[in-house]
């Protein structure tokens, strides 16, 4: 279900920090170069993103280094 107005406005401190950090991080982070015409190209450009995303840890994934 989609959130009503009220409830977008009553985000708590912390989930607002946590959007902001992980926004600050995708700013300084998202590939700026387009993505390969050729398969091979593309598939190593994703791949990189993928281990940058992973390297960058539980945030993106919730999950911890133990899993």
Known sequence: ???????????DA???A???EIRAWL???VPQESL?????GAFQHMRAWQKKMCD???PF?????DY
Do not use: H, L, W, Y
């Open 1 to 11: 279900d989609k959130p009503t107005p009220d409830e977008i406005d009553d985000i």
């Open 14 to 16: 912390a989930t607002e």
């Open 18 to 20: 946590f959007r902001q």
């Open 27 to 29: 700013a300084a982070n």
């Open 36 to 40: 390969p015409s050729d398969s091979e």
């Open 56 to 58: 960058a840890g539980e």
């Open 61 to 65: 994934f919730g999950v911890g280094e």
